[in-house]
T-cell receptor, first 114, second 111 residues
């Protein structure tokens, strides 16, 4: 089954404690992306990757890091989380480029920073 | 920064009516336009996409695109209570590097 898997799905953490949200896809997609969603703000792109070792900033990259060492994985790293990073996070992948009709979303990760 | 604007709503329509959702975008190089439906706490699901000016119909849904006005809309005919959700407009940049979402319009269909 084609899927994008995110972990953890739910996390409460404390300010400053480094955390990683993993994202894995099993479709051999080249394109992967992270979004955050806050009430009234839709989905805002954090980082995206066009292929292995190719990553770029989206619209709200501050406070986040990513890596793309292998095609299937695209982890999101919060080196020093702060309460304003409390949000719902979605990972997404697409065969080639940010094509909205072939993009697959993960189920989302609820992150609370206290 | 490329922008996609939607009326935030909320929008309420009676069951059986037509719901009209609107979206404008700022990047004239945008090539592809999408409408997603999102239930609370769930991931977005694609319901329509359109690439060319004009109308595209799929069942009860019609997407309309006017590139000159940088405007895309979604009509939902014979609205059902199960259509109650947030509808997100999304636009792929000309470079196909980014899919940018609007803030969404919350639709409630009243029985």
């Amino acid at each position: 089954e084609a899927q994008v898997t995110q972990n953890p799905r739910y996390l409460i953490t404390v300010t400053g404690k480094k955390l990683t949200v993993t994202c894995s896809q099993n479709m051999n997609h080249e394109y992967m992306s992270w979004y955050r969603q806050d009430p009234g703000l839709g989905l805002r792109q954090i980082y995206y990757s066009m292929n292995v070792e190719v990553t770029d900033k989206g619209d709200v990259p501050e406070g986040y890091k990513v890596s793309r060492k292998e095609k299937r994985n695209f982890p999101l790293i919060l080196e020093s989380p702060s309460p304003n990073q409390t949000s719902l996070y979605f990972c997404a992948s697409s065969l080639q480029g940010a094509s909205g009709n072939t993009i697959y979303f993960g189920e989302g990760s609820w992150l609370t920073v206290v | 920064q490329k922008e996609v604007e939607q009326n935030s709503g909320p929008l309420s329509v009676p069951e059986g009516a037509i719901a009209s959702l609107n979206c404008t975008y700022s990047d004239r190089g945008s090539q592809s336009f999408f409408w997603y439906r999102q239930y609370s706490g769930k991931s977005p699901e694609l319901i329509m996409f359109i690439y060319s000016n004009g109308d595209k119909e799929d069942g009860r849904f019609t997407a309309q695109l006017n590139k000159a006005s940088q405007y895309v809309s979604l009509l939902i005919r014979d609205s059902q209570p199960s259509d109650s959700a947030t509808y997100l407009c999304a636009v792929t940049s000309g470079s196909a590097r980014q899919l940018t979402f609007g803030s969404g319009t919350q639709l409630t269909v009243l029985p």
